[in-house]
């Protein structure tokens, strides 16, 4: 069976038990793989732990919207750390990384999962409280937790996402610090790194090499 087809039997069983539908008007949003083969062809796996998405009126796939470009305020960026990343071992000067259009968009982000921690759409500024809500439901998490366990990744990206992460996903788990103070774990294989998000207001070079950086020295590790 394929993954699609497993994401999709995972957020049947999710959406019943929540009883989120058309006719209680309750939004579901699907979101993960883009592109299987792209993506366990990768030298690295790469997921995106998000926290919700910005608004919609219906049930939505952020698979889609992903794989038609997304938009330029929050893609843009993962597509320079997932260049990066992919490229770890090199050194790439900013003018490589820059530089983003949707055809560029649609081309990197085949090789990403993108995981939201609230399937709930939320607003233009995350209610952290929605978000802890959703995940004090014990059912929320292991739905969360198989989901991310279909993609077996590399490298978990926290995107403003750690704390949670940390204190409800994998409870207890003990954080790192890189030379630059970058948290992270690294256990059985895998990295998870706690991260800002890509909107954050800080300038693209400076998160994106931020990030590179703490990428490179955990694999030396």
């Excluded at 995972?10 to 539908?21: C, S, T």
């Excluded at 990403?112 to 233009?124: C, D, Q, S, W």
């Amino acid at each position: 069976m394929s993954i699609r087809n497993l994401e999709e039997k995972l957020f049947d069983e999710w959406q019943e038990k929540l009883g989120y539908n058309l006719e209680n008007k309750k939004i579901f949003v699907r979101d993960g793989l883009v592109d299987e083969k792209s993506y366990f062809k990768a030298p690295v796996k790469i997921l995106y732990l998000l926290k919700e998405v910005n608004g919609g009126d219906r049930d939505w796939d952020l698979r889609e919207y992903i794989e038609n470009g997304g938009r330029a305020a929050t893609w843009d960026n993962i597509i320079r750390w997932t260049k990066g990343i992919l490229k770890y071992k090199e050194e790439l000067e900013w003018s490589s990384l820059e530089n983003i259009n949707e055809d560029s968009r649609k081309e990197i982000l085949r090789y990403i999962v993108a995981v939201n921690l609230k399937k709930i759409p939320g607003g233009y500024t995350t209610d952290c409280k929605k978000i802890e809500d959703f995940l004090e439901k014990p059912s929320n998490i292991n739905y969360l937790k198989k989901q991310i366990s279909l993609y077996n990744p590399d490298i978990i990206i926290c995107c403003g996402t750690g704390w949670w992460y940390s204190n409800y996903i994998e409870k207890g788990m003990k954080w790192e610090k890189t030379k630059r103070g970058i948290l992270y774990n690294k256990e059985n294989n895998k990295i998870i790194i706690s991260y800002s998000h890509p909107a954050a207001r800080v300038s693209s070079n400076l998160l994106c090499y931020g990030l590179i950086d703490a990428v490179k020295e955990i694999y030396k590790k």
